[in-house]
Structures are given as C-alpha cells and as structure tokens.
C-alpha cells in the first residue's frame, strides 16, 4: 500500500541495539548535546512551521473537496473516462447500480471497439464508500485491463438506494448487467472482477450465470466470515459485542430506511487506530510530496454512500451473522438459494497475510466446506487457484500501484492459462522472469503448483458463533415487532439528514472548510506563499530525526494499546458467548514471515 493510505502492518521501531524504545535515548542525547548546532535547531523551527501551515492546509483543502464531490451528487471517482451502458433505476425493480463502459483516453492506440480479448467487467465493494476504487487511478485493475486491450466495464453504483430495494434486487440487476455484457461480445464470456463486498456477488453470479461468464477473479473477498485467527481479526466478534443484526435495524430506522455508510468506515478505522496516525503522521512528514496522493485518496476515502435497510440487513443476517453462504444457505429469493457447487468458471483468488479485513482464512476457508476433499473437487470440474501476498493491507490490494503491475497484471496475463488447467486446487507463484526466457514482455514469470484442498486447514465454526446468530435472530425479532414501528414513526426526511451530516466521519472532515470555519479563510493565501519560498530541512537535521523518533514512539504506543484493546476484547467475548477459539491466544506481530 501506498505510503499515504491506511497501512496495515507497522513493524515496530528498533535501534541497532535490538532495543524496542525506537533509538530515543541516542535522539536525546544528541538534542541535549551543547555542541548541537543552533542554526539546526532554528532551521528545523522555521520548516516546521511551514509544515504545519502546509498540513493544515491540506486536510482545508479535503473538507472542500468533500464539500464540492456532495454537491456534484457524489459521481464515480474514475480516472477514465466512461459511457452509461444501462441504468438500473429504471427496471421494473429499481436499484441504485448502473453499468458504465470504460473509454480508452485521447490519443490512445487502444481501438475503442477490439473485440480481441474477453470483456472485464468489474464490480466494486458496497462497503460504506463510493464506487471508484477499481479505478480511481491510472495504475489499477481498469488501468492494467485497459492497457492490455481488454474492453472495460465497471459497475457503479449512486448515493442513495431505491426505495424498498432488496438483495435479490440487486443481484438480479447485476444478471441483466452480465447479460448485457455477454451479449455485446458473443463468443467472449466476460471475465468477473470483485472487490472486497462485491466478491460474494460475484460468487453468487458465478453460480446462477453458469455457462454465461469466464474466468471471476475476488480480490480481497470473504465468503467464510466466522473464519479468523484470535488476537488478528478481531472484526469477526463484532456482531457477538454489537448484539446482532437489531443495531443495524434500529439505525437503518432512525436514518429514515437508510443505512449510513459512514459507520462502516468508521469501523474500519477503529480496527487498527495507529495505521491513521500514521497516515497523518506520514503526511506531515512528507508534505511536499504527500499532499496530492492523501487528497485523491481522500476524495474516496471521504465519500460515503448509503444502503437500503432491507439491503444491509440482509447482508448482515446472511454473511456477518449468520454465515449462510458457504453452507449453501444464502436466500437469493424465495424458493432461490446460492450453492456454490454450482459454479462452473475458474476461481482466482488474491488474498493478503496483512488484511485484518478479510485475511486469508474468510477468503479460502469456504473451499474445504464446499468440497470436502481434491476428489470432489476434480469431479465438479472445478478450478481453483489462489495466489497471496505476505504483507499488503486491505486497501492496498485495490490502490497499491505496486500491486496493480505486478499480481493484477499477473493475474491478467494468465487467465488464458488458468482456463486451460486440468480441474483441482492451484497456488499461483509469481517470480521474477529470467531475461533470456524469451519472448514475453512482462517483467515477471508465472507458474501453478498443484495444492490439495486437505492442506487448507482451517479452524471450524466455534460454537459461539452459532450462538450469536440465535441470539441476534431473538433481538431482531423482539426489535423489529415491539420497537421498530415506533422509531420510524418519529423518523422522517429531516432528521435522517441532520443524522448524516452529525455523523463525526463527516464533521471531522468538513469542519475544516472555511464554509464552516470562516477564520480559515486566510489559510490558503498563507500556504500559497510558503509554498512558493520553501526549502524542505535537509534530511540529516538532528530535530527532524527526533521528530520521527517521536512519531515511531507514539505509532508502538497507539499499537500496544490496540493490541490490548483486543485481547480484552477476546477474554470478554469469551466471557459473553463461550471460548472463541481452541488454540492459545497468541499475538503475531511480523506477519511478513508467512
């Protein structure tokens, strides 16, 4: 991931020593040093100053651009051009998604029209943000397909939902949407892409399109959600602390039959705490260079859309709570339920050791529940291949520019290949090509070794989990005959509003904006002039290694705090729903060794 995302792995500071303190005591002895230049000391002052009118400048700056993206009605934040294809507000059942064709660029020596390679049509995450991260910068998953000549489709969705839409709603828009695609290229079966959320709709696709679609690459995606490892993922006992699926009703009702998205990436920041102090952290420390990556991350990272009520609880009760799609259980309708046994199209699999979103036990523990043996699954006809990385974080599979070029493209390039594989369990390796292998332009090679689905061995279900779904299916129950029709009665347009822009994810964010704070209204002709005069501190400035001490320091600190935030959290679950886990708690700091 980007240095100026959320990083999710902070490998602790050490002196050269092996000390864990950072090297703050050489730092202090250094500054405390009489012979320490003064002219450093005044040097440091001044550009520390700068750096602060620049960082404050640049969160003003957000808050604007929050502000202008709200008043253009939130549009798709895709550095590509694109045409509306079909909108599906105008079906008979109406849902918020519509289906965008990517152009290539002006000037490009891409025909807008190759019907050379299969269509790639990716989908992007209902995870509390807007659509865009597939694509919000040249080097992405749209990017590398456009690039290689693929025609690009990319599903997008608008800020608010439909009125009453529904899950099946939705998944039947997206079969049209598929349909369409395939329709446009005969002979050439789209190739699925789905981020994070939109994987389990790809699944669910893969299984009712049989026959219609190509090769579905998830990245990122959870389809075992109860799958964890105690003390690393915390996020799967949030249901059992949240009390199930009635919180999500009651504020699904208070928001006017409307689910804020701005709780979800709330949720996600609160995951791993010092990973945005270092974000901000980072930010001031580079300003010079930091500012325009942290504002077009920003700009999505920023926008939070909204789902239906009937929307979000069915994700909540089927996935979340009750775990339903793995086991065949997943009500699309209602005589309709998904069975992943009926997909036929070649699975590939991007999974991450350094996602504590979906690691790599919700994104692969599915398949030894769907097939129970490598016989069962050579005898459906199945492929499966896996490929993951050791460290990069959540949002790093879908921003990183480094991941876009190497296991995007990788992926890519290989799909051909992986259609061709005998049925059975695959891991993807990617290795740096030897110059004198021929031919092929990419800078890396790419093999598959035969794996066995008895070598996925992950933990099964905890009998607590089965009774945080009993207990949220009595909750919702009570909630939903005695409470709910009292707080929608009191809940109207006005108030849903207010509620949205009280939420603090968006407060802290566009208080800053001289539309709120007139008195900022000067800020931006001050940055201006101190960006035009400024000199960054050279780097060997003992202050500014202090500095950076500090901030280690205080990163290890945030760290240990969470750390123990979710051991407790562990003990108590424990506590409240029975033992969580069989194996001992034990807290890997280094997952990079996996």
Not at 280 to 288: E, G, N, S, W
Not at 427 to 453: C, H, N, Q, T, Y
Not at 547 to 558: D, K, N, V
Request: charged share 25%.
């Amino acid at each position: 991931m980007q240095a100026s995302t959320c990083t999710q792995c902070v490998p602790q500071e050490t002196n050269p020593e092996g000390r864990a303190d950072g090297g703050f005591e050489e730092a202090r002895d250094r500054l405390l040093n009489p012979a320490t230049d003064r002219d450093a000391l005044w040097a440091y002052g001044r550009d520390f100053l700068e750096r602060s009118i620049l960082f404050w400048d640049t969160l003003r700056q957000r808050a604007d651009d929050l502000i202008e993206h709200e008043r253009r009605g939130l549009p798709p934040l895709l550095d590509f051009r694109f045409e509306t294809i079909l909108d599906a507000r105008r079906f008979e059942r109406p849902v918020n998604y519509v289906l965008l064709r990517i152009l290539p660029g002006p000037g490009s020596d891409i025909a807008r029209g190759s019907e050379q390679k299969p269509p790639i049509l990716i989908l992007d995450p209902r995870a509390g943000h807007g659509p865009g991260i597939g694509g919000f910068k040249q080097d992405s998953e749209v990017g590398v397909a456009l690039a290689d000549g693929n025609p690009v489709y990319f599903v997008s969705f608008f800020p608010q939902p439909c009125h009453g839409q529904t899950l099946a709603d939705v998944l039947h828009a997206l079969r049209r949407f598929v349909e369409v695609v395939a329709h446009r290229h005969p002979d050439r079966p789209p190739i699925l892409y789905g981020n994070c959320q939109a994987g389990w709709a790809v699944t669910l696709l893969s299984a009712d399109c049989s026959g219609l679609v190509g090769p579905a690459v998830l990245n990122g995606s959870p389809l075992s959600y109860w799958s964890g490892e105690a003390g690393i993922n915390p996020m799967r006992l949030a249901a059992g602390f949240n009390g199930g699926a009635w919180l999500v009703h009651l504020v699904s009702d208070l928001s006017d039959g409307r689910f804020d998205g701005a709780w979800l990436a709330q949720n996600f920041e609160n995951l791993k705490p010092e990973a945005q102090w270092e974000k901000y952290a980072d930010l001031f420390t580079h300003i010079d260079r930091e500012r325009d990556r942290f504002l077009e991350f920003e700009r999505w990272w920023g926008s939070f859309f909204f789902l239906s009520r009937e929307e979000i609880l069915a994700i909540v009760e089927n996935l979340f709570i009750g775990n339903q799609l793995e086991g065949g259980r997943f009500r699309i309708c209602e005589h309709c339920f998904a069975d992943l046994r009926r997909i036929r199209n070649p699975l590939v699999i991007f999974a991450s050791y350094g996602d504590n979103i979906t690691p790599p036990h919700q994104a692969l523990g599915w398949i030894p529940v769907v097939y129970k043996t490598t016989e069962q699954l050579i005898q459906a006809g199945q492929r499966i291949v896996y490929l993951t990385n050791p460290h990069v974080g959540h949002l790093g599979i879908f921003v990183s520019a480094k991941i876009a070029q190497r296991e995007h493209r990788a992926i890519l390039a290989s799909l051909s290949e992986i259609e061709g594989l005998a049925p059975g369990l695959y891991e993807m390796k990617i290795e740096e090509a030897d110059s004198s292998a021929g031919a092929s332009k990419l800078p890396f090679a790419v093999r598959f070794e035969s794996r066995r689905v008895e070598e996925l061995k992950f933990q099964p279900p905890d009998p607590a989990f089965e009774r945080i779904r009993d207990f949220s299916e009595a909750a919702e129950t009570i909630y939903r005959t005695f409470f709910s029709p009292f707080v929608q009665a009191t809940s109207n347009p006005l108030t849903a509003e207010a509620a949205k822009w009280l939420h603090p994810m968006r407060m802290s964010r566009y208080l800053l904006s001289p539309s709120f704070s007139p008195w900022l209204r000067g800020l931006p002709g001050l940055a201006g002039s101190t960006r035009d005069t400024r000199v960054p501190l050279a780097e060997d400035n003992p202050f500014l290694a202090a500095e950076r001490t500090l901030i280690g320091l205080t990163t290890s600190l945030i760290e240990a705090s969470r750390i123990n935030r979710d051991a407790a959290l562990e003990r108590m679950f424990e506590v409240l729903y029975g033992r969580a886990s069989d194996r001992p708690f034990i807290v890997r700091r280094d997952r990079s060794r996996r």
